[in-house]
């Protein structure tokens, strides 16, 4: 134990002889131990905290691909296509009587919901034209993702079908 003591005692015994290095040693590692923590906090809050939903863990994404270019437009639009390894186009979104019929035949999912994002929307307000990012949801994902409101309500079952009038939802991101 004397001997690590004697260490620290000669250690700030040549820092206090060359003040110049003692500056960039001491700025060198506040801004290494400063980044390194920013970075771990972004990492942390995207890839490593789970979503903030029931059973995050249970939570799939139904994909689908080929090499019919053509396909895409069945979708309304070739926009979400992306190349696989095999180069097939993947795609993430289904024509809504597909997803009606996929949620009517599937077995062994206690949930099946739909949902697009559309990105760049303009929002016109009292304080002027904004633009923002939304999406276009099945009347059960928030049943299904397991997220509740925060004030008023979300979609209920009398607003399912596509026959009733257009809702519209306002939230904010989830900031944590």
């Not at 506040?30 to 923590?37: F, K, P, R």
């Amino acid at each position: 134990m004397s001997t690590l003591i004697n260490d620290i005692k000669y250690a700030a015994r040549q820092l206090r002889k060359s003040p110049g290095f003692t500056v960039v040693a001491v700025l060198s590692l506040a801004l290494g131990i400063g980044v390194n923590t920013a970075i771990f906090s972004m990492l942390n809050a995207v890839w490593m905290r789970s979503l903030p939903v029931r059973n995050p863990h249970e939570l799939r994404i139904v994909n689908w691909g080929g090499h019919n270019v053509s396909l895409s437009y069945w979708t309304g639009g070739a926009a979400d296509g992306a190349m696989d390894s095999s180069g097939a186009q993947v795609y993430n979104s289904f024509p809504y009587p597909l997803y009606r019929d996929f949620k009517e035949q599937v077995k062994g999912c206690s949930d099946v919901f739909a949902f697009f994002g559309l990105n760049g929307l303009t929002v016109v307000g009292p304080q002027g034209a904004t633009t923002t990012d939304a999406m276009m949801v099945s009347g059960d994902f928030f049943e299904g993702y397991g997220a509740q409101a925060l004030i008023g309500r979300t979609i209920d079952p009398r607003s399912r079908t596509c026959s009733t009038y257009y809702l519209s939802l306002l939230g904010e991101r989830i900031q944590s």
